[in-house]
């Protein structure tokens, strides 16, 4: 058990809708990552937060978002979902992640169905 | 950006063996690089990492890495496999972003092993 933990385990839902991914870092941690994994593109970076501000940005579409809020948990927000959006969708936290060589240690993730 | 590669989809060998899952890199600057595993249906767990130094790194479940500059290698090693290290291994490097001096992990697309009894 890493310590980060994600809710909901599972989401299944219909093609546009919105839906929130809940990610609680392991205790101490400042920064947190959101990570999409899928068979055809693999794990790629959605985006990185660090003490409640936006820190670095992947390949994050337009239709997602999300926040840090002060207790440090985060949310990420899907919406207008597409077919192409189902995915396991991973949280990680590192103790700071300012220079990229401390750890970042992931959560169960949660698995997105679109139907 | 900073990328790795993962040259195999599978790895077999069978328990008792010495087990190799073969990482190569493409950076500007120094690699810090990264080993995770993923079971199935399970988060990634995280191995090891190169930051700096020793060029041999022990990692957790008796795992290594030899960090290999003139061949930009980074692969994962196990003396004696075991059929409970069957699963998903990513390679992972450090990506510097530009902006807000944040960073990301740039995984390779994995390597399955398979441990046969």
């Known amino acids: 058990d890493s310590g980060v933990t994600q809710t909901p385990k599972h989401l299944i839902t219909a093609t546009g809708q919105r839906v929130t991914l809940r990610c609680s870092p392991r205790?101490?941690?400042?920064?947190v990552y959101w990570y999409q994994q899928s068979l055809d593109q693999g794990l790629q970076f959605l985006i990185q937060?660090?003490?409640?501000?936006?820190?670095a940005k992947g390949n994050i579409l337009e239709r997602f978002s999300a926040q840090q809020f002060p207790d440090l948990h985060s949310e990420l927000n899907l919406s207008s979902l597409e077919l192409g959006d189902s995915a396991l969708y991973f949280c990680?936290?590192?103790?700071?992640?300012?220079?990229?060589?401390?750890?970042?240690?992931f959560g169960p993730g949660t698995r997105l169905t679109v139907l | 950006a900073q990328s790795v590669a993962q040259p195999e989809d599978q790895v077999n060998v069978a328990e008792g063996n010495p087990l190799t899952v073969k990482c190569t890199y493409s950076?500007?600057?120094?690699?810090?690089l990264f080993w995770y595993v993923q079971y199935p249906n399970r988060g990634l767990q995280f191995l090891l990492k190169?930051?700096?130094?020793?060029?041999l790194v022990k990692g957790s479940y008796g795992f290594e890495a030899e960090f290999n500059k003139s061949q930009t290698s980074f692969h994962l090693k196990k003396p004696s496999a075991l059929v409970s290290d069957s699963a998903l291994y990513f390679c992972?490097?450090?990506?510097?972003?530009?902006?807000?001096?944040?960073?990301?992990?740039?995984f390779g697309k994995g390597t399955s092993l398979l441990v046969t009894p």
């Open positions: 205790s101490g941690d400042l920064s």
């Open positions: 190169y930051i700096t130094g020793d060029n």
């Open positions: 992972a490097v450090r990506d510097i972003l530009t902006g807000n001096s944040g960073y990301a992990l740039n």
């Open positions: 950076v500007s600057g120094n690699p810090y």
């Open positions: 990680a936290s590192s103790v700071v992640g300012g220079k990229g060589t401390d750890t970042q240690y």
């Open positions: 937060y660090y003490n409640g501000e936006e820190r």
